[in-house]
């Protein structure tokens, strides 16, 4: 892999000379410095002046092959929408799934998301096609035996044997897990089950959790009082290895619960508010609790784009609107929900430009009118500009996206529209 210098790049309000090498972030110097040209050897160098360089986004929560179902469910309520969602998903299969992941991957680079934590059906196809694109993706067995006690023992037997073939070789472009669904979709023993395997095999497991008022009311009545989130503490669930979509609605002792076993919550504000599941998501009071909050987008079913920085501007808009306080998201943190976080979750060094780090960066664009001010860089970034700002993408150390063009952009589209007929 041949090294990469980004010549007169800003990063935190200091023009910097970086150099990439082995998927890594070797060197920071201040700009100008001779000490890159000495060791860089056989290296490509990209002009950056004018641009500002910010940590490859990690979104949490998505669905990518619903990449090619926006707009199937509008205006309707959550148990009706999950309904028509599930029957056109019987339609699907590896083929869908591998084109559906390659738009969504052309999306994500677009936004600026170098790593996706992905959560669906034929998973396999999703590795190829996201590897395919360079980006990081973390997915696995997806469990949903609907109470089938036949489907959790067929399932069961899958998740083993595909488990077995990923850990025997593992990649950093692809973090193996495992998910399941939710409550309301997968037997007690099985969620059981799959607790103790991903804890065994020292993998994180992807959950939905307490997305609709009605999952807790409907779990409350089903098991003596019991929230989900007590529900899946009582059944020993709950732990810093849990990804936990969602988790909207919320008692005090639910916060304290994710809190105090290090849960790691995934806000999907417009997937939420679209579906109007709720919008008070208690970002401080789980932050203070010891949970670690991160941001996702959801799939295209829900949220209908993929675009994290969107994602970033309305999760603090609500936050701001909702309490009343102005002050409820600081964009430092807001920042950290949409990087660093997401890394720590999924246990990778990235989120942050320093020495050492994964070279998961985007490069952004400032010579437009977004950014024609005084004041800082990310108030512009988050609540002025929009995505297309981000001119570069770079992925563990590869460009994805240069000058806003990526590589077999045509082919996918034209692919994805065959896929999208033959299921019509
Ligand atoms: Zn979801």
Known sequence: MSSII??????DGICRDVLIRAGLIEKIEPSGSSVLWDIAGDVEIMDCSGKVAIPGFVNMHVHAAMSLMRGLGEDMVFNDWITKIWDVEKNIDSEYVYWATKVACIEMIRTGTTTFNDHYWYFDASVRAAREMGLRIATGYEIMDKGSLAEAERQKLQCQEKTAK????PSEMHLYQ???????SVSEEMMIWA???A???KINLHIHLSETRKEVEDCKAAHGGLSPVEYLDRLGILSDNIIAAHTLWLSPNDV?????RGVNCVHNVNSNTKLASGYRFLYKELKDA???????TDGCASSNNLDMLEVMKTSALFQKAWRDDPSALPLPELMDMATLNGAKALGIQSGRLVEGAVADINIVDTDNTFFLSNSPFLA???YSAHSDCIDSVICAGRFVMRNRQIPEEKEILTQAKRVLAKIA
């Open 178 to 184: 495992l998910a399941f669904h939710a409550i309301y």
């Open 166 to 169: 990923y850990l025997a070789s």
């Open 256 to 260: 304290r619960l994710l809190g105090e």
């Open 290 to 296: 010891g949970a670690n909050v991160c941001l996702g």
């Open 195 to 197: 607790a103790e395997f």
């Open 199 to 201: 804890r065994k095999h």
């Open 6 to 11: 980004l010549k007169d790049i800003t990063i």
């Open 380 to 382: 512009n970034l988050v």
